[in-house]
């Protein structure tokens, strides 16, 4: 239990979900932990759960506002790694699309990762040898109807982690994505709410392995940020129960 001992790892979206068990499992395996998502309530729940014997920080931050980010980043100590969890989904089909959609879904789930990384990068915030994880998704692969806006963020993406693991290999930086299939999380909570029930409903009965639990995310995440992978960059861990 000690693979990311003594490590500093950043955790966005680790409010809910699959942030908050990559936060949970990588504080157990030794790691020191910042967590970072806009709801303090639930970041401090997060918190509680984190291993005891750690030194964790907690930071609310809007991803999406430009002078919280900027605060994140003057608070970061240097880091060994980085999981970018933070994500919305936006199921509409492709006539009902308006600008604030795209901006809604790809502010979140690519502009604010590149822009975080960029500050990061810049201020030399991250270690050689570090780690960063990016969590994409098995629809980008396995698309179902509604969702070509949450899957054209993805593949954006899956497209800069290719380039950026480029960069980042001489301070053998490595970067690679985790592509999960359908996972029980509030996320999927508020898609399923929405009007493309049917296509979901469909899509979640392709998984032969059913559907998935974050910490098999995180199990995912801990193994990527740990020395393990330490010949693994560029590349992309796909999480599909089975397909
Ligand atoms: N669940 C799935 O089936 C599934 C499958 C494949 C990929 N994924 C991907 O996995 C990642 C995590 O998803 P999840 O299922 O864990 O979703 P979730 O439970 O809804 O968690 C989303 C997280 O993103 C944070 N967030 C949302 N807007 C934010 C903003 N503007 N600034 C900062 N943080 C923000 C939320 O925190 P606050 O509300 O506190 O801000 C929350 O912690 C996402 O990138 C998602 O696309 C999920």
């Not at 950043?10 to 504080?27: D, F, N, P, R, Y």
């Not at 998502?37 to 401090?44: F, I, M, T, W």
């Not at 800069?160 to 053998?172: D, Q, R, T």
């Not at 639990?213 to 330490?230: G, Q, R």
Request: a positive charge.
């Amino acid at each position: 239990m000690d693979d990311l001992k003594n490590k500093t790892i950043l955790v966005t979206g680790a409010s809910s979900g699959i942030g908050k068990e990559c936060a949970i499992l990588a504080s157990k395996e030794g790691a020191n932990i910042i967590i970072t998502g806009r709801n303090v309530e639930r970041l401090k729940d997060t918190f509680e759960k984190l291993d005891k014997s750690g030194n964790h920080k907690l930071f609310a931050a809007d991803l999406c506002n430009q002078s919280d980010v900027d605060s994140l980043i003057l608070n970061l100590p240097k880091l060994d790694g980085i999981v970018f969890s933070a994500g919305v989904s936006n199921v509409l089909p492709a006539k009902f699309i308006r600008k604030k959609h795209i901006d809604e879904t790809m502010d979140l789930n690519f502009n604010s990762v590149v822009l975080l990384t960029a500050g990061i990068l810049s201020k030399k915030l991250i270690n050689n040898n570090a780690s960063l994880v990016f969590i994409s998704s098995a629809v980008t692969k396995y698309p179902y109807v509604g969702a070509s806006l949450y899957i054209a963020g993805k593949m954006a993406l899956d497209g800069y982690v290719k380039v950026l693991a480029l960069e980042l290999a001489a301070k053998k930086i490595r970067c690679n994505t985790i592509s999960p299939n359908f996972v029980k999380t509030p996320l999927l909570g508020t898609e399923e709410q929405l009007i493309m029930e049917e296509a979901i409903e469909k899509h979640k009965n392709i998984h032969p392995l059913g559907m998935g639990m974050p910490e098999d995310v995180a199990n995912a995440a801990v193994y990527l940020l740990s020395e393990k992978a330490k010949w693994l960059t560029g590349t992309n861990l796909f999480l599909g129960g089975g397909i």
